[in-house]
């Protein structure tokens, strides 16, 4: 069973472009989280879909965006990128988010803005 | 938010017991404890979870108090790939809430 895959693993991007970031959960989950992992704030929580709705969002400004598609794959994306927006980007996956299932992270990809 | 409370840091020697408590003295009712672990920046993985009975699964034992206010994640024969970030997290709203983790080094 393959696991949660997010592309693309490493990304370079220069101050003030955008950033798309893709998702492709374990099969049969329909929930998709997304977390930005920094050494100076640790794992903070971005967003949450569930069969194509956002259920839940962090405290990010509003240049982080997602979505969901159909086959429950995610994109986050990021515009207007500011340096500190360099993080470890965590997708993670679960059947159905409620209060006892766990979730699976994928391998994250490592965002540099320079 | 329920949060947590671990020590920052945990030594270990090699094939014994690793023994990991964690704080979550304003749990709800109905929060699961979770804990994960984090090799490296690579993708956290999940160990185990629990409500207020205790868990066993392959990887580790968790031992919730009853008041729930505390729990302790076991590793019962650690080796050198146990040494990772291991985070006690609660769910809430459907997001974890991760603290700061405990540093577990396992010593040869």
């Known amino acids: 069973k393959a696991g949660v895959t997010q592309t693309p693993r490493y990304l370079i991007k220069t101050r003030g472009q955008q950033v798309t970031l893709s998702c492709s959960p374990i099969?049969?989950?329909?929930?998709v989280s997304w977390y930005q992992q920094t050494p100076g704030q640790g794992l903070q929580f971005l967003f949450e879909y569930f069969s194509e709705t956002q259920r839940n969002k962090g405290n990010f400004p509003g240049r982080f965006s997602g979505r969901q598609f159909s086959n429950s794959r995610s994109e986050m994306n990021v515009s207007t990128l500011e340096l500190g927006d360099s993080a470890l980007y965590l997708c993670a996956s679960s059947l159905s988010w409620g209060v006892n299932t766990e979730a699976f992270f994928g391998q994250g990809t490592r965002l540099t803005v320079v | 938010d329920a949060k947590t409370t671990q020590p920052p840091s945990m030594d270990c020697a090699e094939g014994r017991a690793a023994n990991l408590p964690c704080n979550h003295s304003t749990i709800s009712g109905n929060e699961y404890v979770y804990w994960y672990r984090q090799i490296h920046s690579q993708g956290p993985q999940y160990i185990i979870h629990?409500?207020?009975?205790?868990e066993t699964n392959e990887m580790a034992s968790l031992i919730i108090t009853e008041d729930r206010k505390s729990s302790t994640l076991i590793l019962p024969h650690a080796t050198l790939r146990d040494t990772a970030v291991y985070y006690c997290?609660?769910?809430?709203?459907?997001?974890?809430?991760w603290g700061a983790g405990t540093k577990l080094i396992i010593k040869p």
């Open positions: 997290i609660v769910i809430n709203n459907y997001q974890l809430i």
């Open positions: 099969s049969g989950h329909r929930s």
């Open positions: 629990g409500l207020k009975n205790n």
